[in-house]
């Protein structure tokens, strides 16, 4: 992390300054940890910016200004910031090693590369409404720079890789074109900063072995660099399975980088290093952690930091996390952070962007598309569109390819093509869609309106139709519980839910039957299942009784057939009889004073009594003849 001091240099010197004398000008730091730059062009192109900007200022503020009463901030103090990305950082966000809830995973990408780059710039601006700053940065534009990529562990041409973007991105040569800028890359990045109107430059890469540790440099009113390591040593921590304290501090702490190189941009300084004697350099304050008898230093320090610059008017634990006049960074950027935001202003043009279609369909695995962007208004001038995929159903890298899209309109142009790529998607699956955004324009508006790509499955699950297996069931009120099936047919792709709710007949849930309301899901494969409704048993005898079983598909897709089943409940108690006389008249209960029985049980006994007696009567005296006769034949024998 770098601090480049602030010093005039005649334009005739730079015209012999090379590149590579940039990093042949650094010393390192052992105190800090970090490579301290001293060149003299760098510095020159800051001293220049810095003049342009308090010339240009209405009211520029002194060095010291006062703090605001509010963290609220002028609309008119945005540092409107051009952030160029390396295509290899793209590459080092493509592969996944965390997912979410849905399996998504979490690295995609040209869009985990924009969340990055806005999660930097809201830490960034936190620490300024930390430290009361009347401005606040913003991206202006992101660009795809393609420039080489310096040696591994080659400190020189990590140098002379943020000098040559600083000079010839920005145009900041000061009369004097080097031969180095002068290659199709670096003229297209210049068009793209002066046309955006952008007040300063944000490089952005995966980190690479420096020779030197250097994961960031910052030049004082010029521009700053972040070397990520999320792709290396993130990416190790959680495929390691490192303590979770330790991936959280690491997620924290992510940002701190960028503050601490827009530090430099802004005149802020390491610990111990005052170099223009106006206290304008890190402290500390707070515990570093809970317990621990080391202090907290802020952003300008290296390691675990605040994220806020030093400033005797912000308290951790009772402690100013600075001194006025001796350690108190957040003067400066004070200062200097509304001057940065005064350097440049956006070309005006008076151009629109819109997509030409709403929704565009196409197959999946069917290769590359395009659809058509037009520009209306003022066609005058060359003017830059970024655009990003948005995920929705359809995610970058599995269905498709859309990366980080720039495309240019020439002078006069009015429509320009965007390619993607539909991919090949292994396995049964539905149809997917994802939409298209217009991110950012050099100049001009675009429009906030999306498009939508809906990508058809030519190989798409089949999830089939669920049925009830019976359309009637019954069942004794005592059997305690009716079980009914749900038959799966004409495919089991996928997962399939089914809604199922009883409904009232002649039973009623609560007295006759417990009612049920809920959701089933069959699982990927499964033919069948079962819902159990149970029924009460009671004391009484009320006859048969009947309730519903609805069934509704939920799952998109979901075919049904029957979808109702009524349900019998049978008594088990036996009803009592109806009873009555020989006449058929009712066996209700005789007159008290006649003194006759009355009829039901009471009758029926007393005719069965009468039938027993008058067999009897017949046996005997059937028995009484049969003796007489033999007593006959008897005596004839005599």
Not at 34 to 58: E, P, T, V
Not at 109 to 135: C, P, S
Not at 459 to 481: C, D, F, H, K, R
Request: glycine share 8%; net charge negative; aromatic share 10%.
């Amino acid at each position: 992390m770098q601090n480049f001091k602030l010093k005039a240099l005649a334009a005739s010197t730079l015209a012999v300054t090379s590149v590579t004398a940039i990093a042949q000008t650094h010393e390192y730091s052992a105190r800090c940890g970090h490579d301290i730059l001293s060149n003299s062009l760098i510095k020159n192109i800051g001293k220049s910016r810095f003049d342009a900007a308090m010339l240009k200022k209405a009211a520029p503020l002194t060095d010291g200004a006062v703090r605001t009463a509010s963290a609220l901030f002028s609309s008119e103090n945005f540092v409107d910031v051009i952030v160029y990305v390396h295509p290899t950082y793209i590459d080092d966000l493509s592969e996944p090693f965390r997912f979410d809830q849905s399996n998504k995973p979490i690295e995609n990408g040209a869009q985990f590369m924009h969340n990055r780059v806005l999660e930097q710039f809201d830490k960034l601006n936190a620490a300024l409404a930390t430290n009361n700053v009347n401005a606040r940065y913003r991206v202006a534009y992101i660009h795809l720079l393609d420039v080489e990529l310096p040696e591994v562990g080659n400190t020189a041409a990590l140098y002379d890789e943020f000098g040559e973007i600083a000079q010839c991105t920005t145009g900041d040569w000061l009369d004097f074109a080097p031969e180095f800028c002068n290659t199709p890359v670096y003229q297209a990045a210049y068009a793209l900063y002066s046309q955006s109107g952008a007040d300063t430059f944000h490089y952005l890469r995966s980190v690479r072995d420096s020779g030197s540790n250097i994961v960031g440099l910052g030049g004082f009113f010029s521009g700053s660099a972040t070397y990520d390591d999320y792709a290396v040593s993130f990416k190790s921590m959680v495929t390691n399975g490192d303590d979770q304290w330790n991936i959280d501090k690491y997620l924290a702490q992510y940002g701190s980088i960028t503050i601490h190189e827009v530090g430099h941009v802004l005149g802020a300084n390491h610990p111990n290093e005052d170099f223009d004697g106006k206290g304008h350099q890190a402290h500390f304050c707070g515990e570093l952690s809970a317990g621990s008898n080391f202090k907290k230093q802020t952003v300008m320090a290296s390691g675990d930091t605040h994220l806020f610059f030093s400033d005797p008017a912000v308290e951790i634990q009772g402690e100013a996390c600075g001194i006025a006049g001796v350690a108190d960074n957040s003067d400066a950027v004070r200062t200097n952070a509304p001057l940065l935001a005064s350097v440049a202003d956006k070309v005006a043009v008076s151009s629109s962007f819109e997509f030409t279609q709403n929704t565009m369909v196409v197959d999946s695995g069917s290769g590359k598309h395009t659809f058509r962007i037009q520009r209306t208004g003022d066609l005058t001038q060359p003017i830059s569109l970024a655009l990003m995929a948005v995920d929705n159903t359809a995610w970058e890298l599995r269905d498709f390819n859309f990366g980080w899209q720039e495309v240019t309109f020439a002078a006069g142009e009015t429509y320009a093509d965007v390619p993607f790529t539909v991919l090949e998607r292994d396995g049964k699956h539905t149809d997917t869609q994802f939409a298209v955004k217009m991110m950012y324009a050099s100049a001009g508006d675009i429009s906030t309106e999306q498009m939508q790509v809906n990508i058809q499955s030519t190989n798409p699950p089949m999830i089939g139709s669920v049925s009830l297996a019976q359309s009637t069931y019954s069942v004794v009120e005592n059997a305690g519980t009716v079980i009914l099936t749900i038959n799966r047919s004409n495919g089991v792709d996928g997962e399939a839910e089914v809604s199922v709710k009883t409904r009232n007949q002649t039973a009623i849930a609560g007295s006759d039957y417990t009612a049920v309301d809920t959701q089933l899901t069959l699982a990927d494969g499964q033919e069948s299942a079962t819902v159990t409704v149970n029924v009460i048993n009671n004391s009484t005898s009320q006859g048969s009784r009947t309730f519903a079983v609805d069934i509704a598909p939920i799952t998109e897709g979901l075919t049904f057939g029957t979808t109702t089943a009524t349900v019998t409940i049978t008594d088990d108690e036996v009803p009592p009889s109806s009873g009555g006389g020989s006449d058929g008249s009712d066996g209700g209960t005789g007159g008290a004073d006649s003194g006759e029985s009355g009829g039901g049980s009471i009758g029926l006994f007393t005719t069965l009594f009468g039938l027993l007696l008058l067999f009897r009567r017949k046996f005997t005296n059937q028995f009484h003849n049969e003796r007489h006769k033999k007593n006959g034949r008897y005596r004839s024998a005599l």
